[in-house]
């Protein structure tokens, strides 16, 4: 089974930017602005110095298709990287060397994506990962991890996952079917597409592809859920659904941050660029000032600044904007190998 996200991609990649490589993820240093990882189709790569020049991470991989990143919070020179058919590795000195961490994931994994790593935040060494093959849970930093998958019976692809942050307990997972909800850390999960799925394709797994699932760190019972088919807002905790950005040209969502510092301001990513909302997705705004190609595969924005974010394109490389997205600029891939 080929991941969503992935699948996504190439279609992406038929939008004829092809002058460089598709930037996958962009992870950033939690305390360190200087610091940045970025995974393009065949590396992973980071800059020490905000940009000026970049080094290959990627060596010590028997797969280097890296999908999903996490920096430890608490201890930033642990990073994870999930990959495309090698399920997780795991360095401990900022990306230099790499060991492997499947134990107790399924065999099956050897063909599965690793889509998203989340972590509990009252414990950096307790995570959850997103994958083809579920939801999996380690309490001791990868060492061991364990499938999570009670209640979701009508799926088996995981592609995000959301955490309430003022209830840590309370996860969001975004699948290839709609959304399913857990109060218990992912002991069992509910299904919560109401709204959502259409009633006739409830029970069909390809019902709706959710992309991105973020819980408002301002109002914990409202969830926006990113699809391949428009944007989705429950205010109920999952209760019911209603969709939100008809107005949008492009209905394919990838990418999307909830703004830390701002109430009610979320970005999106896809297709037609960036757009930002700053009414809870009532009315948007396209902000691609600056870039040279709209097709934006991934959005971040900084711990430390929040006017700042960053963008991967799919085929002009990678930008950066200091002024919450109104103005865009390229940071040039120099140095890299």
């Not at 991609?9 to 970025?38: E, M, T, W």
């Not at 995570?127 to 001791?140: D, H, L, R, W, Y």
Request: aromatic share 8%; hydrophobic share 35%.
């Amino acid at each position: 089974m080929r991941s969503l996200l992935l699948a996504v991609l190439c279609i992406f990649s038929l939008a004829g930017c092809n002058r460089s490589d598709p930037i996958v993820l962009i992870q950033l240093h939690p305390k360190n602005p200087d610091i940045i990882y970025i995974a393009t189709n065949d590396y992973i790569y980071k800059t020490r110095d905000g940009g000026q020049t970049w080094s290959n991470l990627s060596r010590g991989m028997s797969h280097s298709r890296v999908i999903a990143m996490a920096v430890d919070p608490a201890y930033p020179a642990t990073v994870y990287a999930g990959t495309k058919g090698d399920a997780v590795y795991k360095s401990h000195d900022g990306g230099q060397r790499w060991a492997s961490m499947r134990t107790g994931l399924d065999d099956a994994t050897i063909s599965s994506v690793v889509n998203q790593f989340l972590f509990d935040p009252a414990d950096a060494q307790h995570m959850f990962i997103a994958t083809t093959m579920g939801v999996f849970e380690t309490k001791n930093g990868g060492q061991q991890w364990t499938k999570r998958m009670d209640g979701m019976k009508e799926v088996l692809m995981v592609v995000t996952l959301g955490m309430d942050p003022t209830r840590p307990s309370f996860l969001y997972a975004g699948t290839s079917g709609g959304v399913y909800k857990s109060i218990d850390q992912a002991g069992h999960w509910e299904k919560v597409n109401n709204g959502l799925v259409p009633p006739d394709m409830v029970k069909t797994s390809r019902a709706l592809n959710v992309t991105a699932i973020l819980v408002d760190p301002y109002e914990p019972e409202t969830v926006y859920a990113a699809t391949l088919a428009g944007i989705y807002k429950t205010v109920d905790g999952g209760k019911s659904w209603k969709r939100i950005g008809e107005s949008l040209a492009d209905q394919m969502i990838v990418g999307m941050v909830l703004d830390r510092t701002r109430r009610g301001v979320l970005y999106i990513t896809g297709r037609d660029g960036v757009h930002r909302s700053d009414d809870g997705g009532l009315t948007w705004k396209a902000i691609n000032k600056g870039f040279s190609s709209t097709n934006v595969r991934a959005i971040a924005q900084s711990d430390i600044d929040s006017n700042v974010f960053y963008a991967g394109t799919n085929g002009s490389g990678l930008y950066r904007s200091q002024d919450a997205g109104e103005t865009w600029e390229a940071m040039p891939m120099a140095g890299g190998g």
